[in-house]
C-alpha cells in the first residue's frame, strides 16, 4: 500500500467534480453564446473562458493521475511538477490575453481570479512535485490546496461570466434604442 492510497477518495470526489464542472462552462458558455456577439469577443473569451475550462481540466487530470496505480511517488511526483509548471506558464499566457483583449477592462478581482489565485495554485503544485524528495505527505496536502483551489477559481470564474453577461451585458443591450 503507497502513500496516495489514502487520497484514492479525495481524488474521485475532486476528479468527478472537475468533470461535472467542466460540462457546467459548456452549458454556461452556451447560454451565453444566444446573446448578441460584440467584435473581440474571441479575444475575451481566450482571456476569460478558456483558462476556467484549462483548470477543470487541469484537476480532472491531476486526479486521474493520482488515482492510477502507482508503486512509488517519485515519477507521479515528476508529473504534477509539470503540470505545475505548465499551468504557470498558461497563467503568464493568460496575464498578456487579459491585457491585449479590448471588450471587457479587468478589476482587481479579475486579476485576483483569473492570474494570481491560478498561478499560486500551480505553483504550489509544481513545489509540491519539488518538496516530494524531502516530505511526501506534505507533498501531497500541497497537490491537494492546488487542486481545490483550481477548483473554486473554476466554480468563481463561472458565476462571474455568467452574472456580468446576464446582468451587465443584457441590461446594457436592452437600454440600447432600437
Known amino acids: 500500500m503507497t502513500v496516495l492510497a489514502g487520497w484514492e477518495n479525495f481524488y474521485v470526489i475532486v476528479g468527478s467534480s472537475a468533470g461535472a464542472l467542466i460540462g457546467l462552462q459548456f452549458i454556461a458558455i452556451t447560454l451565453i453564446a444566444d446573446m448578441p456577439a460584440r467584435r473581440g469577443q474571441e479575444q475575451a473569451g481566450a482571456a476569460f473562458a478558456t483558462p476556467t475550462i484549462m483548470h477543470f481540466s487541469a484537476v480532472l487530470l ?3 493521475v493520482l488515482s492510477a496505480p502507482w508503486l512509488e511517488v517519485g515519477r507521479v ?4 511538477t509539470l503540470l505545475g509548471v505548465a ?4 497563467e503568464l499566457i493568460v496575464a498578456r490575453r487579459m491585457r491585449t483583449q479590448t471588450v471587457y477592462k479587468p478589476v482587481l478581482e479579475d486579476w485576483l481570479f483569473h492570474v494570481l ?8 503544485l509544481a513545489g509540491s512535485g519539488y518538496a516530494a524528495r524531502a516530505n511526501v505527505e506534505a507533498a501531497l496536502f500541497g497537490v491537494g490546496a492546488s487542486a ?3 477548483l ?8 462571474d461570466a455568467v452574472m456580468y453577461h446576464v446582468f451587465t451585458v443584457r441590461q446594457r443591450e436592452a437600454e440600447k434604442p432600437q
Open 77 to 80: 511526483a515528476v508529473a504534477w
Open 62 to 64: 491531476l486526479s486521474a
Open 152 to 159: 473554486f477559481i473554476g466554480v468563481h470564474n463561472t458565476w
Open 148 to 150: 481545490l483551489l483550481l
Open 87 to 90: 499551468g504557470v506558464v498558461y
Open 117 to 124: 489565485l491560478p498561478l499560486i495554485a500551480y505553483a504550489i
